[in-house]
């Protein structure tokens, strides 16, 4: 198994431009740029692959490949709250083909998201020359919109925010810099940790 990699951005951001203002309690639009990049660095920090929630929070498409199919007969994605999968390989003949969506289904755990292979299912040879001959593309993230996002991860974006607009030096004397405690405190329970 690879890393994955993502197919399709998140439409929106858990916190808009104008919510981080409001919350800054900034009402020029002098700063825009400034704490839209803030807002890009926090939901860096936290969303995705390398985000440190090891989840999606928005939904993006993700593309998991392997070499060929699983002896478990089931194959572990790497972010819970799927929503959609759809599963390819590449025939002997070098040809991509799709796996009937009936002969397996999506299940959730507390490690997260799986696609397992019904009974009837047999992996059909793979073409030997290729190193992803078996493919997932899903799409992963708390739901389309914003409010989807549970309010403590979205809180915790605007507090990152705010703190960053406000400690724009790397280190100040006398001063903490980094993630503020209290956002620390809210992400904590949507951690996906033993991963």
């Known amino acids: 198994m ?3 990699i993502r ?3 998140p439409a929106v951001k858990p916190v808009s431009l104008e919510e981080a203002k409001q919350h800054c309690r900034v009402d020029t639009n002098e700063d825009d740029v400034v704490i839209a990049a803030f807002i890009d660095a926090a939901v860096s920090h936290l969303d995705g692959w390398s985000g440190v929630l090891g989840r999606c929070l928005i939904n993006q498409g993700w593309r998991l490949s392997l070499t060929g199919w699983p002896a478990c007969r089931s194959i572990r994605l790497p972010f819970p709250d799927v929503s ?3 599963v390819k390989y590449f025939d002997v003949d070098n040809v991509e083909q799709t796996v009937d969506a009936s002969l397996f289904e999506r299940v959730e755990d507390e ?6 292979f019904r009974e009837g299912f047999t992996g059909p040879a793979v073409f030997a020359d290729r190193s992803a001959a078996v493919t997932v593309e899903f799409v992963a993230g ?3 919109a914003a409010g989807d996002v549970p309010q403590a991860i979205r809180a915790a974006i605007s507090m990152m925010v705010a703190h960053w607009y406000n400690h724009r030096e790397v280190a100040v004397e006398g001063q903490s810099v980094e993630v503020p405690f209290g956002a620390s405190m809210l992400i904590a329970p949507f951690r996906r940790t033993g991963i």
Do not use: Q, W
């Not at 490690?111 to 397992?116: K, M, T, Y």
């Open 7 to 9: 197919t399709s951005a």
């Open 142 to 144: 708390y739901g389309p």
């Open 84 to 86: 959609d999968a759809t």
């Open 2 to 4: 690879r890393r994955p």
């Open 111 to 116: 490690r997260g998201a799986i696609v397992e």
